[in-house]
């Protein structure tokens, strides 16, 4: 049995701290398992130092919209900019591809409709155009631009698109389920991630409500997905779970609806959902083209969440807009995009010049 003896107890008490010392040294000289997977994830290279981290954040799930003629031109800048800081996002298309050598894959929305939709109906001549196109040259922009086959006023690929909606609720939840909250919004949507959180903060996932910039057609009372619309995991439940095989159904009904977002909205309120409107919260405006003046006293008023139709220029604008307020912890109103330094080529000074604020 080994005594432990005065000069054995300074012996192993000195290589206790060499040991502590090198560990020290090289935890502190090699990047972390965390730093590594985000300095090799394009989502994270672009973060923001300043990004919000509360305990919510976690529980956000983002499901992008897009279509594949113009994914290559939108999703890459999306993410660097207005979704640099979030966790969770996925695309859908109507197309399975990776961009960029497979930083950014995009699910196919429609690769689940059955067979005898797509059969008899002329929307998705572009779909199976699109998807051999893709499969024997690897370059789809020859279909850019292209036109409906009966329809020759719509673009083929608009016309596909109301078709994404319930499938893309369904497929998120499958890919990231039970989490709080799950945002909607298209490749061309700019979500102001400090205000999000903020006012997530207030709201309760357990309940039924789901969240847009509110309009109608045709009697239907509907979220505007360009603004972007937020369901509660409660909801999320209840549509993909408990009423399970609801884009299916609601594929024999598409015909009666122009556009997705309004068909979702309907399922939604079909089944005991109510919309809640927050514009100009949730707003369906780029940062040039919000109408400040008498008539629309809320744009002063209210913070700003989302917005829509932002070019790539735009949201590289907007997101050094940004970073560079210098109270980050106040939460950002659509009146101060027009009383900040804004470039004067940009976009966003000249919106602002408009209105007499320079």
């Given at each position: 049995?080994?005594?432990?003896?005065?000069?054995?107890?300074?012996?192993?008490?000195?290589?206790?701290?060499l040991?502590l010392?090198?560990?020290?040294?090289?935890?502190?000289?090699?990047?972390?398992?965390?730093?590594?997977?985000?300095?090799?994830?394009?989502?994270?290279?672009?973060?923001?130092?300043?990004?919000?981290?509360?305990?919510?954040?976690?529980?956000?799930?983002?499901?992008?919209?897009?279509?594949?003629?113009?994914?290559?031109?939108?999703i890459?800048?999306?993410?660097k900019?207005?979704?640099?800081?979030?966790e969770?996002?996925?695309?859908?298309?109507?197309?399975?591809?990776?961009?960029?050598?497979?930083?950014?894959?995009?699910?196919?929305?429609?690769?689940t409709i059955?067979?005898?939709?797509?059969?008899?109906n002329r929307?998705?001549?572009?779909y199976?155009?699109?998807?051999d196109?893709?499969?024997?040259?690897?370059?789809?922009?020859?279909?850019?631009?292209?036109?409906?086959?009966?329809?020759?006023?719509?673009?083929?690929?608009?016309?596909?698109?109301?078709?994404?909606?319930?499938?893309?609720?369904?497929?998120?939840?499958t890919?990231?389920?039970?989490?709080?909250?799950?945002?909607?919004?298209?490749?061309?949507t700019?979500?102001?991630?400090?205000?999000l959180?903020?006012?997530?903060?207030?709201?309760?996932?357990?309940?039924?409500?789901?969240?847009?910039?509110?309009?109608?057609?045709?009697?239907?009372?509907?979220?505007?997905?360009?603004?972007?619309?937020?369901i509660?995991?409660?909801?999320?439940?209840e549509?993909?779970?408990?009423?399970e095989?609801?884009?299916?159904?609601?594929?024999t009904?598409?015909?009666?609806h122009?556009?997705?977002?309004?068909?979702?909205?309907?399922?939604?309120?079909?089944?005991?959902?109510?919309?809640?409107?927050?514009?100009p919260?949730?707003?369906?405006?780029?940062?040039?083209?919000?109408?400040?003046?008498?008539?629309?006293?809320?744009?002063?008023c209210?913070?700003?969440?989302?917005?829509?139709?932002?070019?790539h220029?735009?949201m590289?604008e907007?997101?050094?807009?940004?970073?560079?307020?210098?109270?980050k912890?106040v939460s950002?109103?659509?009146?101060?995009?027009c009383?900040n330094?804004f470039?004067?080529?940009?976009?966003?000074?000249k919106?602002a010049?408009?209105?007499?604020?320079?």
């Open positions: 049995m080994m005594r432990w003896t005065p000069r054995s107890l300074s012996i192993w008490t000195r290589a206790a701290v040991a010392l090198l560990f020290l040294v090289f935890s502190f000289s090699s990047p972390s398992r965390t730093e590594q997977s985000r300095s090799s994830s394009s989502s994270k290279s672009h973060r923001a130092e300043s990004c919000p981290h509360p305990a919510i954040a976690q529980r956000i799930v983002i499901a992008v919209k897009t279509g594949a003629t113009e994914a290559a031109a939108k890459p800048t999306q993410v900019t207005t979704l640099r800081c979030a969770h996002v996925f695309f859908f298309s109507d197309l399975e591809q990776d961009l960029e050598g497979g930083k950014y894959h995009l699910h196919d929305a429609l690769d059955s067979p005898s939709i797509m059969d008899n929307d998705f001549d572009f199976k155009t699109q998807r196109l893709w499969k024997t040259q690897k370059n789809i922009t020859s279909l850019q631009g292209v036109t409906h086959p009966t329809a020759k006023s719509d673009l083929a690929a608009w016309s596909l698109d109301k078709w994404k909606n319930i499938h893309i609720l369904e497929k998120v939840w890919l990231r389920p039970k989490m709080d909250w799950y945002i909607f919004i298209d490749a061309d700019y979500l102001v991630w400090s205000n959180l903020v006012w997530l903060e207030t709201l309760d996932p357990t309940s039924r409500p789901f969240y847009g910039s509110a309009s109608t057609w045709n009697g239907i009372r509907y979220a505007h997905g360009g603004s972007g619309y937020i509660p995991k409660a909801l999320m439940y549509m993909v779970v408990k009423q095989g609801i884009a299916a159904i609601w594929d009904k598409l015909h009666e122009c556009c997705g977002d309004i068909a979702l909205s309907a399922a939604l309120q079909e089944y005991g959902s109510v919309l809640d409107g927050r514009w919260l949730i707003s369906g405006e780029s940062p040039w083209s919000m109408p400040f003046g008498p008539g629309t006293p809320e744009y002063r209210w913070p700003s969440m989302t917005m829509h139709h932002l070019t220029t735009g590289e907007f997101v050094e807009f940004e970073e560079q307020r210098s109270n912890s950002q109103h659509h009146q101060g995009l009383r330094p470039p004067h080529e940009s976009q966003l000074y919106s010049k408009q209105f007499s604020f320079y």
